[in-house]
T-cell receptor
Framework: GAGVSQSPSNKVTEKGKDVELRCDPI?????LYWYRQSLGQGLEFLIY????????KSGLPSDRFSAERTGGSVSTLTIQRTQQEDSAVYLC????????????FGPGTRLTVT | GESVGLHLPTLSVQEGDNSIINCAYS??????FIWYKQESGKGPQFIID?????DKRQGQRVTVLLNKTVKHLSLQIAATQPGDSAVYFC????????????FGSGTRLQVQP
């Protein structure tokens, strides 16, 4: 079956602009995660959605970052007033039920802020 | 795609040899420890996990060892192949209520033909 998909694969934006990154999780997966990966670094947790529960936003680095998940499926990560330090690969993952340790990742969106 | 982890520690092995990748974790309360493989330009891929009440688990060509006394996790790859070349991350599930993973910084495995 189809895996996790993300769009766009690459995004170049000017400092100060807003960007939206999209994630389509695997059908039937109730949990969805956003991570950020900077060059030479591991993955940094951003936000987690589980079913209809309130999302865990504890990893969002500032109030410029927000995310939503519509209908328990597609998710959008929005970064407002982008800064150069926001440049990274943004990865989305999904998992089924409580199997949080086996997460399925998308290919990521590479964001470059100039 | 661009490589991630250009400044990561690197393990270089000959094709056919066994590889051992090590990881130190921080949270004694984590209930799962996991290994992910990330190839260039791709998202991480689940390899194997181990629950905190175990000390060894085997998969296909891979074995994970957990030493809770010294908070150490290792991934052993038998008969390493060129397709095993990638960056390997250990991860832990530190908070059973949150379900998000905490990832280590990664090790690059290079398999020489």
């Amino acid at each position: 079956g189809a895996g996790v998909s993300q769009s766009p694969s690459n995004k170049v934006t000017e400092k100060g602009k807003d960007v939206e990154l999209r994630c389509d999780p695997i059908s039937g997966h109730t949990a969805l995660y956003w991570y950020r990966q900077s060059l030479g670094q591991g993955l940094e947790f951003l936000i987690y959605f589980q079913g209809n529960s309130a999302p865990d936003k504890s990893g969002l680095p500032s109030d410029r970052f927000s995310a939503e998940r519509t209908g328990g499926s597609v998710s959008t990560l929005t970064i407002q007033r982008t800064q150069q330090e926001d440049s990274a690969v943004y990865l989305c993952a999904s998992s089924y039920g409580t199997g949080a340790h086996e997460q399925y990742f998308g290919p990521g969106t590479r964001l470059t802020v100039t | 795609g661009e490589s991630v982890g250009l400044h990561l520690p690197t393990l270089s092995v000959q094709e056919g040899d066994n590889s051992i990748i090590n990881c130190a974790y921080s949270n004694s309360a984590s209930d799962y420890f996991i290994w992910y493989k990330q190839e260039s330009g791709k998202g991480p891929q689940f390899i194997i996990d181990i629950r905190s009440n175990m000390d060894k688990r085997q998969g296909q060509r891979v074995t994970v060892l957990l030493n809770k006394t010294v908070k150490h996790l290792s991934l052993q790859i038998a008969a390493t192949q060129p397709g095993d070349s990638a960056v390997y991350f250990c991860a832990e599930n530190p908070d059973t209520g949150r379900r998000a993973l905490t990832f280590g910084s990664g090790t690059r495995l290079q398999v020489q033909p």
